[in-house]
């Protein structure tokens, strides 16, 4: 009879709490799904983490989403209008999040196939999102966002053994995408202090490798690279105002490098063929409105060897092998 007195009671007390809580904290949702043998995972939503979705579906064996007292699996702090979607589908893939303080923030992940790694973070975030995509095996994938506003990661890995990083630290309307297509590929972008930039890198074959670094580097008009075939690097530093450049190369063994330092520079290498080598360096000027420096490296056809390099502003620079 006590236990039933105790209960009502009990029942009560919670009617009433719900009934005076405010509309926009009754929203917090978990669903945790897991189908097979020794898989982990961890779900915490925590303080005011109001409209806060939080979704971990796990099929397979020793899948790790995150371990209490551990890595994240999920883990949405002081934030609101969160969701947060782990989906694992497969054998021993690990998978991490983190949204820290964070408002209207989304963060997806897939991985399907095995051993696949994928983590995120997005500290004090506004309207962030990240959304990753693994189809294979020992895939790897790594972001971190921190006090971003807008910023958007968009990524997705299909093959095996590829790796790509994207971080960005109190950038600013940012959208990086990264597509990678094939093995053991490696793909990374960091961003410093930026605002409007749109980075981007597309491969597809085997052991393609493309580094973008942005440093205080604003109103970027383009940054893309992208690679077919295997064997092929490109590196891109960019720092300054009002920048572009867009690598493409096609074939096997091709080198292209970008250094942009100051402002109004605008650059394109393309190379379609094997062991052709581009280097392109512009520097621009300081002024914060200037007719840009243009450039452009073609190479068609195997072993071209190609240097540009530029100062200033209003220059014109163009040059084509077959």
Do not use: H, W
């Amino acid at each position: 009879m006590r236990t039933t007195l105790m209960s009502g009671a009990i029942a009560a007390a919670l009617s009433l709490m719900c009934a005076l809580q405010p509309a926009s904290a009754q929203s917090n949702r978990a669903t945790l799904a897991q189908s097979g043998t020794n898989n982990l995972a961890n779900i915490e939503q925590m303080a005011s983490a109001q409209n806060a979705v939080a979704t971990i579906t796990q099929t397979g064996n020793n899948n790790i989403a995150g371990t209490p007292g551990g890595a994240a699996g999920i883990m949405q702090m002081n934030a609101q209008n969160v969701t947060a979607t782990i989906t694992q589908n497969g054998n021993a893939n690990q998978a991490a999040m983190m949204q820290d303080d964070v408002d209207n923030s989304t963060a997806a992940f897939t991985q399907l196939g095995n051993n696949n790694q994928m983590t995120a973070r997005q500290q004090a975030v506004s309207a962030a999102n990240i959304t990753a995509r693994q189809d294979g095996t020992s895939n790897f994938a790594e972001f971190a966002q921190l006090d971003v506003a807008n910023g958007t990661v968009t990524t997705r890995q299909v093959g095996t053994s590829n790796e790509l990083s994207v971080r960005q630290e109190r950038a600013a309307n940012t959208s990086p995408v990264v597509e990678q297509d094939g093995t053991a590929n490696v793909a990374n972008v960091t961003q410093y202090l930026d605002y409007y930039s749109t980075p981007s890198i597309y491969q597809n074959g085997m052991r393609n490798e493309a580094n973008m670094v942005q440093n205080n580097a604003r109103d970027t008009q383009a940054m893309t690279v992208r690679q077919t075939g295997m064997d092929n690097r490109a590196t891109v530093n960019n720092s300054g105002m009002r920048n572009a450049s867009i690598v493409t190369q096609t074939g096997n063994n091709n080198l292209a490098t970008v250094s942009k330092t100051m402002n109004f520079n605008e650059s394109e290498i393309r190379q379609l063929g094997n062991l052709n080598t581009a280097t392109i360096t512009q520097n621009g000027t300081t002024a914060t409105a200037a007719q840009p420096n243009v450039a452009m490296i073609m190479q068609l056809g195997n072993n071209g060897n190609a240097t540009l390099a530029q100062t200033g502003s209003n220059n014109r620079a163009t040059i084509v092998q077959r």
